[in-house]
Structures are given as C-alpha cells and as structure tokens.
C-alpha cells in the first residue's frame, strides 16, 4: 500500500444496547478507492458517518493524515467531501446559487468558486441552465451533490451509494468519474450495494455483515479467498446404473457431474471414454464476486 492516508483503530458504534459497527481496524492508502460493502444494515453508513466525523465512535479512533478525529475534528473536515445517501438540496435555489453558497461556508472566494463550479460542472457534464434544483432529474440532483461535495477541493471523499437509484447511463457516468478523482490524486471510500461496480471501481473491498469485518482485500484475493473453482462435466453414456464415482444430474438427457475434485473429472472422464460414451462439454466454473459475496452473506447457491 502506498502512503496511509487514513487509519481506523477498534472502531465501534453502540445505540442503546445495539451494536451498530464492532471492532473495525483497516487503513487505507492514499489514492486509493475503498469499497464499503454489505446487506441493508450491515453498518455501512454508521461507518461512513464515524469516518466523516459526523456521528461519534463509542470505541475507538479514527486518524486521517496524522490527525486524530476526536481532537482535529474541524482541521480533518477542512480535506474531506461527505457525499450522504440522501443528500438534502435546497430546492428553490438554482445550481450555481447553491454550489457558491457551500463555497462560501467552506471560506472559499467568490471569484475561485465561480472557476471551480465552472469545472465541476463541466467534469460532470451537468448543464444545468438556472434551473432551480427542484427542476433537476434525480440523476443531475445527485450530480449537483457530488459537485458539492467536491467545492472545497477536498483530498478525501466519502461517498455512501453515490450511484444507487440512479438509470445505468447516469450510473455508468458516476462510477467513471469516482476513476477520474481517483487520476486526480484523491482518496475515494464508498458504499454500494451492486457489486460488479465495486469490482471494477475498488482497489479494496470490505464486507460487513451484521458490523463486523467478514473480509477486506481486493477483488482479486477475496476470490482466491473464498471463490472455490468448480468443474462441469456434461457425458453421454450407456449404463449409468453403474457409476459410482461422484453424483450426477440429468440435464437435456445427458448426465452432469459438477465438482470441485479434479480427480473426479479425471475418473468420470475415464469411466465414460471405457464404457464408450463422450464427453459434450467440460467447463470450468469461476464464481463471480457477486456469488462469493452471497455465499459469505449465508445465502446458498445452486449451480445447474
Ligand atoms: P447500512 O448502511 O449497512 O444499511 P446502517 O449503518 O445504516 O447500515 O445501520 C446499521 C444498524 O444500526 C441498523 O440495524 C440500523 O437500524 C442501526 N442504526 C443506525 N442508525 C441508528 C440510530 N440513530 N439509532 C439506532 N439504531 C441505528
């Protein structure tokens, strides 16, 4: 890993007698683009809202660039965009009002945010026309708020499901532009709940189930982790009756062994080439990080 940027340390988060978020420890580096993934109530956004010094940990700290979230609070918030899941725009106020508005909260100067909304605008290629927010589509609402959250230059952005709800183009073109801050030299941490975007988008990934770590790697180790390769045989062949090396199917008349062993292929395909029969088709199954991630969520997978 390059640089840490941000350090977590034990990290939980208790409402009432509920524990939210248990014991995190991770670091991330800097320009690295973090995924936080997991089912509704996993502690994604409890989470998010620790590490954007928006909610208190109840245990444990967080440190971005050396500085500690419970002390340096204000200095951290200085390099961070938030990016909530519902991101509360004020509706009456056309785009570019509202854009140098939070400019001048973060004490950015007139001249410099109208440069920097120009920018951002055009990135993000939302022309919005003076139109007041509340005009906008849900799509280019989103777009003004990650605008926002970029308005004071920030190194570090935490962003919860940046493209959920949103029609696959406007998604599509959320996700090419979390790369582009990435090419920018900034530290990206997101949620999301479909993970072909966290796959393609994350140079690490963090399962949570129920608050805790299940895994943290990238797509490529969690894979190798808990992806186990199966193999598919599919043979023809007379007197099955007697076939006593591992369990079959029936599929479109033909009989299906699918296993991991490669012994098993091995000796199937012996036993069917002795009795005559053929092989129609052998492949090998690699399951998709969406089909890892359901089988460590608990859900049983069934593969034909
Ligand atoms: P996720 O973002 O993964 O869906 P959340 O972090 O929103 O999960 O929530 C994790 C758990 O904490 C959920 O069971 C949720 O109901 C609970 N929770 C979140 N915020 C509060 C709160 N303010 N008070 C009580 N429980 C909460």
């Known amino acids: 890993m390059e640089q840490k940027i941000i350090e977590v340390n034990g990290l939980r988060k208790e409402y009432g007698d509920f524990v939210a978020?248990?014991?995190?420890?991770?670091?991330?580096?800097?320009?690295?683009?973090f995924g936080i993934v997991g089912p509704n109530g996993a502690g994604k956004t409890t989470t998010l809202k620790m590490l954007g010094g928006l909610i208190r940990p109840s245990r444990g700290n967080i440190a971005m660039k050396g500085l500690d979230m419970s002390r340096d609070s204000v200095?951290?918030?200085?390099?961070?965009?938030?990016?909530?899941?519902?991101?509360?725009?004020?509706?009456?106020?056309?785009?570019?009002?509202?854009?140098?508005?939070?400019?001048?909260?973060y004490g950015v100067g007139k001249s410099e945010a109208k440069k920097r909304i120009r920018n951002l605008l055009f990135d993000l290629s939302l022309n919005a026309?003076?139109?007041?927010?509340?005009?906008?589509?849900?799509?280019?609402?989103r777009k003004v708020a990650i605008a926002r959250s970029l308005i004071n230059d920030p190194d570090i952005l935490i962003y919860d499901e940046p493209a959920s709800g949103l029609d696959p183009m406007t998604s599509r073109y959320i996700t090419d532009y979390v790369r582009s801050l990435k090419k920018a030299g900034k530290t990206v941490i997101f949620t999301a709940h479909n993970l072909y975007q966290v796959e393609s988008l994350c140079d690490r990934i963090l399962i949570l189930k129920a608050g805790k770590l299940v895994t943290l790697g990238t797509a490529e180790e969690i894979r190798k982790k808990y992806g186990k390769i199966?193999?598919?045989?599919?043979?023809?062949?007379?007197?099955?009756?007697?076939?006593?090396?591992?369990?079959?199917?029936?599929?479109?008349?033909?009989?299906?062994?699918?296993?991991?062993?490669?012994?098993?292929?091995?000796?199937?395909?012996?036993?069917?080439?002795?009795?005559?029969?053929?092989?129609?088709?052998?492949r090998t199954i690699v399951p998709s990080l969406e089909e890892i991630f359901l089988e460590l969520m608990g859900v049983e997978l069934f593969i034909d």
């Open 75 to 105: 200095e951290i918030k200085s390099f961070l965009g938030f990016l909530p899941e519902e991101s509360p725009l004020y509706e009456g106020m056309s785009v570019d009002d509202y854009l140098i508005f939070f400019a001048e909260l």
């Open 21 to 33: 978020v248990e014991n995190l420890n991770f670091s991330i580096g800097k320009g690295e683009i």
């Open 129 to 141: 026309d003076g139109k007041r927010i509340g005009d906008l589509s849900k799509g280019m609402k």
């Open 230 to 282: 199966q193999y598919r045989l599919e043979f023809k062949v007379d007197g099955i009756e007697e076939y006593s090396i591992s369990e079959t199917k029936i599929v479109d008349d033909n009989y299906v062994v699918t296993t991991s062993d490669i012994d098993i292929v091995n000796n199937t395909t012996k036993w069917v080439a002795a009795r005559g029969g053929d092989i129609v088709e052998m």
